[in-house]
């Protein structure tokens, strides 16, 4: 018999981790404690050897579902049994058992001290005639607890007998679960929010379930963690449940062996948890309802047509129905989103499958515990929604409840759209007073709407503090928005007493399927990485040098936070050229930095001189000193640091292909870069021959070997968004190098109904490289095909051209054949011109393949089709597009592989989130031969090049 120290890594806290110990120990009759520690878990044991293994077993490979355990760090004690918090526990109980007449466990002392619960002097006891049935068994188990533990007798003399734990067992053989500490433990592990647990839906639909409709159910499994967290460990009283305090039956619940919701943090029923608030206007009179009623309202106020703000788990949600017009026209004029397509939330799977088409892989993926919003391929059916919802899209962004008041929502309405509670290009609203802005300014008096407005959790939302002569306007931050708005956006907010710490927006995801000889399988892709997801670590194979801070980029911004061997990615914060976002995203760093125990020493960012999150990152390293110097930025090239975040993904080694297509990114040539196909030689790349051999350069490079031909543009930003620009540059620098006729220009133009003049105009200022640019991006590419075809003429949202295009292909490829390489609609070529030298590089060259497109499009026209042939015509043209696309670059990645020994392809950039492009390019390859990696943790976008500029700190 030995007495040990265990200490657990990994991501165990926030998931039922410390009950599901208790009860193996209390099964095998060990005898210790646990406890958290930082973000991690402790443990103290008595047993023997074999007892001590099958523990470390137990721990390292059955942990609770939506956890994950890293390590098992095993340390023997001498005549430690109890750490020092355990022994004075055991003696408070003693004590306690001795003196107090209805003796309390240490727990429930625990939950007085901190007020979750209030003790029997205080609490107001019923007479027993008014008690009901339930009332009278619990108070007879009370009665016949306190004899068990030695309750005094009507004399007050304390019954003889042995000192029980407040579950019957002798007080020196039992295992407890005690106080926490703040433990540092390196690389922490924070617990990400989880969506509700089907055992907890099942509560909340039952109505003989004490938690019936009670909107913030959770258990030890599900429920918020991350967005509700002040500091670590993660305990109630660092979170902001801690306010309400426990009734009676929670704390029952909270002790009770078994309970899936022992020692759960956000325990509570509609007796002791957070309260909703339901407001219809900017006044704050109020009329009583109770929580149901508030419900019932919700309902009924969508289902009218009405658009709601509702507060859960992460921050504001936007909702109404998709069956009307008139509110989905409204909600997209004050979002700015003219063509983005609203995701729609449904009840359950069975409704999800009556409007799309779902795969195994992609229900696995609606029902995960981050619950992200999933991009499928929509049915016909889908045409009941009205069409200001969908905007003409394929898909259908899909997703399931989240939480308890979705849940109720979307069970008593059926499918709502559902958008983050936010002005277009803004953050997430958490906070009441800036959502309150929104709501209609009426003079009724019957605007505001609540019960228990005394409570001292809801003095948020007090009159008073809706007053505008008693507003702190030092403490009252507005997202974006003075205070007083003139317009009426949403008709009623449903908000809540429990605050939001950390703004969270839905993560979006979708499944990517490669069809290739080789296997047949389903990726999972995350367009953006938020709530269920942050903020989870990825963990490398080596530690980091120092602590460091990766700023991301200004678009898509996400940061970074590296220690030890683990890197942690922010939330989504949106653009940075919006001042509130800077702000927003500036307090995110603070706070995540001091829950993670991160204190950055190191700094990285883009090459790019103008963005503004590298011009942070540089004046927060000036700030930062070493030996007395000031730290300076290290600036790593946009798209190395893309196939980068593959790398540190996968932790591959070796030589590696690495391509990165995307919609701009700066070069180190100093114009824009975004077609890349980089040879990667890494640290762990040279065979121990070329180690030796003094002739061959053992630094890792990353080296640029292929990439798109530049075209001369002009416009910048605005080209991205004026599509029909960026046209124009590629039509001029066909007509330039005389790849088309003049009559093909003029076809063109007036296909595209694009003025003669203004087009002159464009090609002058081209020539005489007035505000101009060098671009080989293949965003911009695929930005003047979508222009080429008439299928869009303006991006409205990050990469909506492209998707139009995607969206053409597949038509035609649904149409005509199973796998690419089987169809053949048009001759389009995009010819690829040899390196002559070692200097040189394989080119694509983007014109010739524009060219062709014009010459097609031209005779598309003078065939004078029907309508739908002209369709059909356009969509094979986007088809073959893509397949040009894919031949030149698997023909050059199978080159560069040949020459540099290369057998492992990393796919990434945001170009790849086009389903076809990346299933063609993927199929292809390793139809060859090569072995084929995409992001799957981390966006293969902006928002997760972070991770590779941090991963650059490696190699």
Known sequence: MGAYEITVLGLVQGIGFRPFVAEYAEQHGLTGSIKNAGGAIKLYVECDEVEIGNLCYHLRYNCPEGGRVDNVIVKPVEEVLYDEETAKISKELREVAEKMAAAESYEDEYMYDRGWLEPPSKRVKPHDETKDEEEKKAADKTE???????????????????????????????????????????????????????????????????????????????????????????????????????????????????????FDQNIGCSECGPKLRYYENRLVDEVQMTQDEMLVKTVESLKAGKIGAIKDIGGFHFMCIPTMSEPVTRLRAFKDAVSRPFAIMFPDVEMIKKYCYVSDTEEE??????????????????????????????????????????????????????????????????????????????????????????????????????????????????????????????????????DILAPLEDSVAQVARIHSPVSKRSLIQLIRRGRGYVPEPVILENDLPKDTFAAGTDFQSSFALGKKNAIYLSEFYGNMTNSSVKDVREKAIGRMSELLGVKPKRFVGDLNPNY??????????????????????????????????????????????????????????????????????????????????STVETRPKILRSGALLPVKLMGGDSSARDIKTTLCGYIRACEERQLVSPRTVDMVLKILGIDRGDYGII??????????????????????????????????????????LEDAAMRAFRKHGVTLKDIHLADLRMKVIEPKGEEEIYRMDQSVLIADLMEKVVEIYDKNLSEAEREEAVDNLAFEFHKAVIDSTVYICDKVCGRDYIQHIALTGGSMYNRLLLDGIASSLERLGYRIFINNKVPGGDGGISLGQMYGELI
């Open 144 to 262: 016949e607890f306190k004899t068990e533990v030695g309750a005094s007798d009507d004399e007050g003399n304390v019954t003889e007998g042995v000192v029980l734990d407040e579950f019957g067992r002798e007080l020196d053989d039992r295992f407890r679960i005690i106080k926490s500490e703040d433990y540092d433990e390196g690389a922490r592990y924070l617990p990400t929010d989880i969506a509700t647990c089907d055992k907890c839906r099942s509560d909340l639909l039952d109505p003989e379930n004490r938690r019936f409709r009670y909107p913030f159910i959770s258990c030890s499994k599900c429920g918020p963690r991350y967005s509700i967290m002040k500091t670590v460990p993660y305990d109630r009283e660092n979170s902001t449940m801690a306010p309400f305090n426990m009734c009676p039956d929670c704390a029952r619940d909270y002790k009770e062996p078994g309970s899936r919701r022992r």
């Open 365 to 498: 993926l609606l029902r995960s515990n981050a619950r992200p919003i999933v991009l499928l391929s929509r049915k016909p059916e889908s045409a009941e929604f009205v069409p200001e919802v969908l905007k003409g899209s394929g898909y259908i962004g899909a997703t399931l409840p989240f939480d308890g008041l979705q849940t109720i929502l979307s069970n008593d309405v059926g499918p709502l759209v559902i958008t983050s509670g936010n002005r277009g290009g803004e953050p997430i609203i958490t906070n009441d007073m800036d959502m309150i802005q929104f709501l209609p300014r009426i003079d009724s008096a019957d605007g505001a709407l609540g019960e228990d407005r005394d409570s001292d959790t809801s003095d948020a939302l007090s009159a008073v503090a809706f007053a505008d002569e008693t507003i702190d306007k030092k403490e009252t931050t507005y997202v974006g928005h003075p205070k007083e708005i003139d317009e009426d956006i949403i008709d009623f907010m449903l908000t809540n007493t429990r």
């Open 612 to 693: 503004q999150s590298s011009k942070d990152a540089d004046n927060k390293a000036m700030g930062t000193y070493i030996d007395g110097i000031p730290q300076r930025i290290v600036r790593r090239q946009h798209h190395a640091c893309h196939v980068l975040s593959v790398v540190a993904e996968h932790g591959l080694t070796g030589r590696l292909l690495g391509v990165s297509y995307d919609g701009t990114g700066y070069g180190m040539d100093e114009t824009i870069w975004g077609s890349e196909i980089f040879s990667c030689m890494l640290n762990d790349t040279l065979s121990e021959n070329d180690k030796s051999d």
């Open 763 to 804: 090609s002058a200022c081209l020539r005489a490289d007035i505000g101009i640019y060098y671009s080989a991006c293949m965003g911009r590419l695929f930005d003047a095909v979508t222009a080429l075809l008439s299928l869009k003429s303006r991006n409205t949202f990050g990469g909506e051209s492209p998707i139009a």
